[in-house]
């Protein structure tokens, strides 16, 4: 028998402890794990102290690290953010919650004309290392005030990050990234990919993360960086360039086309991996883009613009979009303003038929 009380010790590292989360689990973890490692960083929004916040992604966060670094805001957007502004010129590390992105609008100003010119206009003096969290998107029956996508406002700002995850394993990795940046960065949660992926199929019923492999999340500290696209699925006919909830609606459309693509879930849309993008679609000499917003001045818009600057000689056809429609967000017909995988497998096709 092996004397296991002496036996040598192994070199071999220990692999980091996983468990299955959903969306809200992971998020709710990146921001525990970093209020106990830095005591600079807090959380604070419209119901997110107490209550744990509409989806509960602050969840036991105020009776963990208590009143001061767990707090509830008064219904104020721009109060909430000004806040945040203040406190990250003074060192700390403020996580706020909008509670639907659709209500971000009032803190614009704060975001725009402060938090993301401080660094400038101080000569890097000052920073505001603030992350702006917001459930974001369609999908649950919202409406036009609960369903918005207003991504693209904030990528056009200099100064400003935006990430957006599309499952929990990236979500946390993400979210630890974005709250030890120094510079703002506003943070969209897919809210329709909370509890599970959807594919778009509506109809079909919802499948746990449980089943993904990228619900697998390790239970300590890790980090992705930001401006890193993951490739989700390797092809070699045509680049499909998606975020958030269209990530899982584009690899449906693949199959449902019976389309070799490569979908590619950009994770960040600043900074964007270009070097990623640039090297599929001149493997591919396709590229067709979805998200979720208006078309009209939407991100896809830079996209398909980047995408022929750097692969004009290599594209075999145009460059397609499938988006939202140019109209708010509709209740009723929920089903026909989400880009879903009939809209997305009909442009793959099309692009390879040649833009036909």
């Not at 120094?182 to 079909?204: A, C, S, T």
């Amino acid at each position: 028998m092996v004397d296991q009380k002496n036996a040598p010790k192994s070199d071999a590292p220990t692999a980091p402890a996983v468990a299955p989360m959903n969306m809200i689990q992971a998020l709710n973890s990146a921001i525990d794990i970093k209020m106990a490692e830095d005591g600079n960083v807090l959380s604070f929004g419209e119901d997110a102290g107490y209550f744990g916040g509409v989806f509960r992604v602050t969840d036991h966060l105020q009776k963990k690290h208590g009143l001061t670094r767990s707090f509830d805001a008064p219904i104020s957007e721009t109060g909430i953010v000004g806040a945040a502004i203040g406190m990250a010129t003074y060192g700390l590390r403020p996580v706020v919650e909008i509670q639907f992105a659709d209500y971000i609008y009032p803190a614009y100003d704060q975001l725009v004309s402060e938090a993301a010119k401080i660094r400038y206009r101080s000569a890097g003096m000052f920073t505001t290392p603030i992350t702006v969290r917001s459930p974001y998107g369609g999908g649950i029956f919202g409406g036009q005030t609960h369903s918005q996508s207003p991504e693209s406002l904030f990528t056009h700002i200099a100064g400003l990050k935006v990430v957006i995850p599309s499952n929990p394993y990236d979500a946390k990795g993400l979210l630890i990234a974005a709250i030890e940046d120094d510079d703002p960065v506003i943070f969209f949660e897919p809210k329709r990919l909370y509890n599970g992926p959807f594919d778009g199929w509506h109809e079909k019923p919802v499948s746990p993360w449980k089943a993904q492999d990228l619900a697998q999340v390790p239970t300590g500290k890790y980090v992705e960086p930001l401006g890193k696209a993951r490739i989700m699925r390797e092809g070699a006919d045509v680049t499909i360039l998606a975020y958030g909830t269209m990530v899982w609606v584009a690899l449906a459309a693949a199959e449902h086309a019976g389309v070799d693509a490569e979908v590619i879930d950009l994770r960040s849309l600043v900074p964007l991996d270009i070097e990623a993008i640039e090297a599929s679609v001149k493997k591919t000499g396709r590229c067709v883009i979805v998200h979720e917003a208006p078309k009209t001045s939407g991100f896809g818009g830079e996209l398909s613009a980047l995408v022929q600057e750097r692969c004009f000689y290599h594209l075999e056809a145009p460059i397609g979009r499938v988006t939202g429609w140019d109209t708010p967000y509709p209740h009723a017909f929920e089903w026909e303003y989400f880009p879903g995988p009939q809209r997305v497998a009909d442009a793959l096709k099309a692009v390879m038929s040649g833009g036909r």
